[in-house]
């Protein structure tokens, strides 16, 4: 007996070193029994019960009713960790007196890995059932319409496909820990100035072939709630917009889970009732009225407040809540491997941009460290904030590698730029919510950073930002350019292996730099004369503003690529220290009328290194307005040096339609395409074609 007792023990220690998380992926209940048992509780609440249960509680919470066995259920902060603010509740989260801050959505989209983008969920899903959070307040999934919104670092990019193939692995892994996704912020908020008092105006076909696609995949892969925007679309408040819940998102797109709004995000609560919205958070707004009242005065039926709590109800039923304490300690145990995720994250979402030889960055040279981030953490800020712990700082990890090789001056003179061997600059900015920033760096900043690259033509240049940012006037004479968005707090560490060379870089940017803000298509969406900071606390003073979507479907590289804009860095566009080709590709449609594409990629390089390939499709002879080319797949590949893979793609005829709003449903038509493959939207060495 003792022997099988130690050989078990034994596999024990072995598995566990083999980091294999024993515990089972939770299991969903399914949606028919979840409504089922939900169908039996209402019967049993009262209609005042009904009532509260329609608005938040306690700002971040879900009522619960002790007489029914249901407990408050809590809703957390956000996409890429858990928020441990000083204003929740005292006796929360305070199971954690720490948690992981993992690197912003917009690094993660960078390292066009779906899997890794599963893992890093998994692992925040860990913490957020070791801190007792049972939703999750993100993935934030809006597509990148232009750059000076504040809020892009917390979304994954331009592209709807890639935003949606991320984020659906992202809602996989976090829900495969119990804890629920909510995609967000449905749909058309993609600027942050005055965004309660804006309008987006956005066309049925540019909704459906660029705004809605990754809500759609995050629904399909079981997201089981979904937050709407601040905003209004086509002129009523998203959080009170029935052609948009109850019509779009309930009908068309099958969504069947719990519906939250924004937090102090809805207008009049009588529309809210009649929209499929099912609970108006925080839940303290003064309407004037009650949900209880308005009932009383007839003015909402049983039937609506019914449809209403059901979701919620079935919500919670088919994640668990109800049959769990909140907490759950066992979790804890996994969170020191969640610094390991947050740094393998980092190192693949970095993109090294411009590199004239310079990186990997040997030792021995005179170095001289300068600039905004050496000593201080880049972050977003805003309702998604994590401070994190045990934060990395790049001059820190530099010192580590290089020694005294490295000189760190905030404030270096000309004379000191020019005598060192090697100058790394870190520039950025801070990024947040409820606040656009401009697309340029502040003049001094941008001036500054001129006169360096000027003085050294040996200067690396780290932009740690949550946007595109303008370095036109400075790429050119830079010797290297690190897009290091907000890392994380093992963010540094990570760059500074790439710059060693450590880390062989490896990202790809979800969205364009374009060489000037007046190039973009949402060059328009501030008002004229709009100052850029909100200085108005409330946000519902200023007067509505319309923000015309009037490029439609061209958003990003489909804007650029059709007007034969030559933007900074192309969408897809990222570096290695190794190099790679692509061979001959084949492109055809097989018997059963699938578009099947295969391409050979080599690592022609020295040195292991990934490479993202992706796959672009065109109509030649569209009928109507179409992008050029638009993302239908990608695969990221590690090779060794010599080693080749033959890679295969295979695409869905109705994957490559369009919206035909005169059908109102999905075409695609006959005729030819090009399928293009290349390592970036601006590199496509191989143009097939192909007849449907
Ligand atoms: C915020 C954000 C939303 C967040 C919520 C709760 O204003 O728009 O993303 O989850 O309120 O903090």
């Not at 306690?58 to 928020?83: Q, T, W």
């Not at 005179?366 to 977003?380: A, H, N």
């Not at 950073?449 to 780290?462: F, H, K």
């Amino acid at each position: 007996m003792r022997k099988i007792i130690n050989l078990l023990s034994a596999a024990a220690a072995f598995l566990a070193g083999l980091n294999i998380y024993a515990a089972e992926d939770f299991r969903i209940m399914d949606c028919e029994t979840a409504y089922h048992k939900a169908d039996s509780i209402l019967k049993t609440f009262s209609v005042e019960e009904k009532c509260l249960m329609v608005r938040g509680y306690e700002k971040f919470f879900i009522r619960g009713y002790a007489n029914h066995g249901l407990r408050p259920v809590f809703m957390c902060d956000a996409s890429m960790g858990l928020r441990l603010s000083e204003k929740l509740p005292e006796n929360l989260i305070r199971q954690l007196d720490s948690s992981t801050a993992f690197p912003s959505s917009v690094l993660l989209a960078s390292t066009f890995n779906p899997e890794l983008s599963y893992e890093y969920a998994r692992a925040l899903g860990e913490e957020c059932r070791a801190g007792g959070v049972d939703i999750l307040l993100g993935p934030g999934i809006n597509i990148t319409r232009q750059a000076r919104c504040g809020r892009t670092f917390e979304y994954m990019g331009e592209d709807p496909y890639l935003t949606g193939t991320m984020a659906a692995e992202y809602v996989r892994g976090l829900q495969s820990t119990g804890t629920a996704a909510c995609i967000k912020h449905f749909i058309g908020n993609q600027t942050e100035w005055y965004r309660k008092s804006s309008n987006s105006i956005i066309d049925p076909r540019t909704i459906h072939e660029i705004y809605l696609p990754a809500f759609k995949k995050c629904i399909d892969a079981g997201a089981m709630s979904l937050m709407t925007a601040y905003n209004m679309l086509n002129g009523t408040h998203a959080g009170e917009n029935r052609e948009l819940i109850k019509g779009i998102l309930r009908e068309e797109l099958g969504f069947k889970w719990l519906v939250m709004s924004d937090w102090e995000s809805i207008w009049d609560l009588e529309r809210m009732v009649h929209s499929g919205q099912n609970i108006e958070m925080p839940g303290d707004w003064d309407f004037g009225t009650g949900v209880q009242e308005l009932f009383d005065e007839g003015k909402i039926t049983m039937e609506e407040l019914d449809d209403m709590v059901r979701p919620i109800l079935a919500t919670c039923i088919a994640m668990g809540f109800y049959e769990r304490p909140q907490y759950d300690s066992s979790y804890s145990e996994r969170i020191p491997e969640h610094v390991k995720t947050a740094r393998k994250v980092a190192r693949e979402g970095i993109v090294l941009l411009k590199n004239n030889g310079i990186l990997p960055l040997s030792g021995g040279k005179k170095i001289l460290l300068t600039g905004k981030f050496i000593d201080e953490v880049p972050r977003g800020k805003g309702s998604s904030i994590v401070t994190g712990y045990n934060n990395t700082l790049l001059g820190r990890e530099l010192a580590g590698i290089y020694g005294d090789d490295l000189l760190v001056c905030k404030n270096p003179g000309l004379e000191e730029i020019r005598k060192a061997e090697v100058v790394i600059l870190s520039c950025g900015t801070v990024d947040s919510e409820n606040r656009e920033r401009p697309f340029e760096l502040p003049e001094e900043e941008e001036k500054w950073i001129c006169s360096v690259v000027e003085a050294n033509p040996n200067t690396i240049i780290v932009m740690n930002t949550g946007n595109a940012t303008r370095m036109t006037a400075f790429n050119d004479k830079a010797a290297a350019i690190l897009y290091g968005w907000y890392p994380g707090q093992e963010g540094q560490a990570a760059m500074a292996e790439i710059i060693s060379g450590a880390v062989n870089p490896s990202g790809k940017l979800p969205l364009t730099i374009e060489k000037n803000f007046a190039d973009s298509p949402g060059a328009n969406t501030l008002p004229k004369g709009a100052q850029f900071f909100n200085e108005l606390k409330n946000e519902r003073m200023i007067k509505f503003y319309d923000v015309h979507y009037d490029e439609g479907v061209l958003v990003g590289y489909r804007w650029y690529d059709t007007k034969g804009i030559e933007p900074l860095y192309h969408f897809g566009h990222g570096l290695s220290y190794t190099s790679f080709s692509l061979g001959k590709g084949m492109a055809e449609v097989t018997p059963d009328g699938r578009i099947k594409c295969e391409v050979t990629l080599r690592n022609t390089g020295r040195r292991e290194g990934k490479e993202v390939v992706q796959l672009y499709v065109g109509e030649k002879s569209p009928s109507v307005v179409r992008p050029v080319k638009e993302l239908k797949a990608f695969r990221k590949v590690s090779l060794a040096p010599g080693e080749r893979r033959r890679l295969e793609f295979v695409i869905e005829p109705d994957e490559i339609g369009f919206w035909d709003s005169a059908e109102n449903g999905w075409k695609t038509n006959g005729g030819k395409y090009v399928i293009s493959v290349g390592t970036s939207s601006g590199d496509t060495p191989l143009n097939m074609e192909i007849s449907l």
